[in-house]
Protein backbone atom coordinates (compact mmCIF):
# COMPACT_ATOMS: atom_id res chain seq x y z
CA UNK A 1 0.00 0.00 0.00
CA UNK A 2 1.26 2.88 -1.05
CA UNK A 3 0.70 6.18 1.45
CA UNK A 4 -0.89 9.14 0.35
CA UNK A 5 2.17 11.36 0.74
CA UNK A 6 4.44 9.52 -0.72
CA UNK A 7 2.44 9.49 -3.71
CA UNK A 8 1.81 13.18 -3.71
CA UNK A 9 5.88 13.75 -2.95
CA UNK A 10 6.17 11.43 -6.13
CA UNK A 11 4.20 13.56 -8.42
CA UNK A 12 5.92 16.51 -6.86
CA UNK A 13 8.80 15.40 -8.07
CA UNK A 14 8.09 13.53 -11.09
CA UNK A 15 9.45 9.97 -9.81
CA UNK A 16 7.58 7.05 -9.97
CA UNK A 17 7.34 5.45 -6.46
CA UNK A 18 9.02 2.23 -5.41
CA UNK A 19 6.69 -0.80 -5.65
CA UNK A 20 7.10 -2.99 -2.50
CA UNK A 21 6.59 -6.10 -1.50
CA UNK A 22 5.12 -7.49 1.36
CA UNK A 23 7.61 -9.20 3.64
CA UNK A 24 6.29 -11.41 6.49
CA UNK A 25 8.83 -12.19 9.57
CA UNK A 26 8.05 -13.42 13.17
CA UNK A 27 10.10 -12.20 16.13
CA UNK A 28 10.36 -12.91 19.96
CA UNK A 29 7.78 -11.08 22.07
CA UNK A 30 10.65 -9.02 23.23
CA UNK A 31 12.13 -7.76 20.05
CA UNK A 32 8.55 -6.88 18.99
CA UNK A 33 8.32 -4.12 22.50
CA UNK A 34 11.12 -3.19 21.85
CA UNK A 35 11.24 -2.43 18.03
CA UNK A 36 7.83 -0.88 18.64
CA UNK A 37 8.65 1.23 21.33
CA UNK A 38 11.76 2.79 19.67
CA UNK A 39 9.36 3.23 16.21
CA UNK A 40 7.15 5.46 18.75
CA UNK A 41 9.41 7.68 20.08
CA UNK A 42 11.14 8.09 16.77
CA UNK A 43 7.54 9.55 15.41
CA UNK A 44 8.67 12.77 16.85
CA UNK A 45 11.03 13.02 14.31
CA UNK A 46 9.78 11.06 11.51
CA UNK A 47 6.54 8.89 11.39
CA UNK A 48 8.16 5.72 11.20
CA UNK A 49 5.90 2.71 10.89
CA UNK A 50 7.14 -0.99 11.21
CA UNK A 51 7.59 -1.51 7.62
CA UNK A 52 10.09 1.39 7.48
CA UNK A 53 11.89 -0.27 10.38
CA UNK A 54 12.49 -3.33 8.74
CA UNK A 55 13.20 -1.91 5.93
CA UNK A 56 16.36 -0.10 7.34
CA UNK A 57 16.82 -2.92 9.39
CA UNK A 58 17.70 -4.81 5.82
CA UNK A 59 19.52 -2.28 3.98
CA UNK A 60 21.85 -2.74 6.67
CA UNK A 61 21.84 -6.43 6.40
CA UNK A 62 22.59 -6.35 3.04
CA UNK A 63 25.53 -4.03 3.77
CA UNK A 64 27.78 -6.55 6.09
CA UNK A 65 30.63 -7.59 4.51
CA UNK A 66 30.38 -11.26 4.17
CA UNK A 67 26.30 -10.08 2.28
CA UNK A 68 28.49 -8.06 -0.12
CA UNK A 69 30.70 -10.70 -0.34
CA UNK A 70 28.22 -13.22 -1.20
CA UNK A 71 26.13 -10.21 -3.48
CA UNK A 72 29.34 -10.14 -5.59
CA UNK A 73 30.35 -13.45 -5.98
CA UNK A 74 26.69 -14.55 -7.04
CA UNK A 75 25.94 -11.50 -9.16
CA UNK A 76 23.36 -10.37 -7.44
CA UNK A 77 23.73 -6.87 -7.65
CA UNK A 78 22.57 -8.03 -11.33
CA UNK A 79 19.28 -8.67 -10.24
CA UNK A 80 16.23 -6.82 -11.43
Known amino acids: MIRV ?11 PVAKKKEFRVYITQDL ?6 LAAIKNGERDWSLSDVAQQALELWIQLPENQELIQRHSLDQLK
Open 5 to 15: WEYELAQFVKR
Open 32 to 37: DRLVRA
